[in-house]
């Protein structure tokens, strides 16, 4: 009897265990630093809600006909004048004139908790053997 596919059978599933695990043990560390406040996390419904991803994306990813809005707090420093380009839209743009405060104030959380997580130039990404995505550390 052939025994060869169990001999590779048994290979495999050595391999899917071993990198599970390293997976489960190594992924953790990884993902220190990356935890979101509360209130960024409201902030991220908020976004969803208003389907802000329609036209814009994070890191590249989402709806095409607004810029990439990953770091946008930063360009534009500081929270009032975000507000109000958030509120006034243009003629591509709704205008989200009819926020509550309350969202207002989780979306620009959110806003600034993404530019401080990263910048969305795919060039600063460094990709590892495990499949994930880092940040280059010395170019930001
Ligand atoms: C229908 C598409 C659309 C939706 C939905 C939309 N936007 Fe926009 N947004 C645009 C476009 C297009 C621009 C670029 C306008 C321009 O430069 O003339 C823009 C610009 C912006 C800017 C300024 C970007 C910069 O680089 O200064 C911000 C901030 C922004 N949008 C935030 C939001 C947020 C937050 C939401 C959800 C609450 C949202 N947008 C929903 C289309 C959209």
Same mark, same amino acid.
């Given at each position: 009897?052939?025994?060869?596919?169990?001999? =590779?059978? *048994?290979?495999?599933?050595?391999?899917?265990?071993?990198?599970?695990?390293?997976?489960?043990?190594? $992924?953790? &560390?990884?993902?220190?630093?990356? !935890? #979101?406040? *509360?209130?960024?996390?409201? $902030?991220?419904? =908020?976004?969803?809600?208003?389907?802000?991803?329609?036209?814009?994306?994070?890191? $590249? @990813?989402?709806?095409?006909?607004?810029?990439?809005?990953?770091?946008?707090? &930063?360009?534009?420093?500081?929270?009032? /004048?975000?507000?109000?380009? /958030?509120?006034?839209?243009?003629?591509?743009?709704?205008?989200?004139?009819?926020?509550?405060?309350?969202?207002?104030?989780? @979306?620009? =959380?959110?806003?600034? !908790?993404?530019? *401080?997580?990263?910048?969305?130039?795919?060039?600063? #990404?460094?990709? !590892?053997?495990? $499949?994930? /995505?880092?940040?280059?550390?010395?170019?930001?």
């Amino acid at each position: 009897m052939n025994r060869m596919p169990s001999i =590779v059978f *048994a290979i495999l599933c050595m391999a899917f265990l071993i990198y599970s695990g390293s997976i489960y043990i190594y $992924g953790a &560390s990884a993902s220190e630093g990356t !935890e #979101f406040k *509360a209130e960024a996390g409201n $902030g991220k419904l =908020v976004w969803q809600k208003y389907n802000c991803q329609g036209c814009h994306q994070m890191y $590249g @990813l989402g709806g095409y006909l607004g810029p990439d809005l990953t770091n946008v707090s &930063s360009k534009w420093q500081n929270d009032t /004048i975000l507000e109000a380009v /958030i509120r006034s839209g243009n003629e591509r743009m709704p205008s989200y004139h009819g926020m509550d405060r309350k969202n207002m104030k989780a @979306l620009l =959380v959110f806003l600034r !908790e993404m530019d *401080a997580s990263g910048t969305a130039d795919p060039r600063n #990404f460094r990709r !590892e053997m495990n $499949g994930m /995505i880092y940040r280059n550390e010395n170019r930001n």
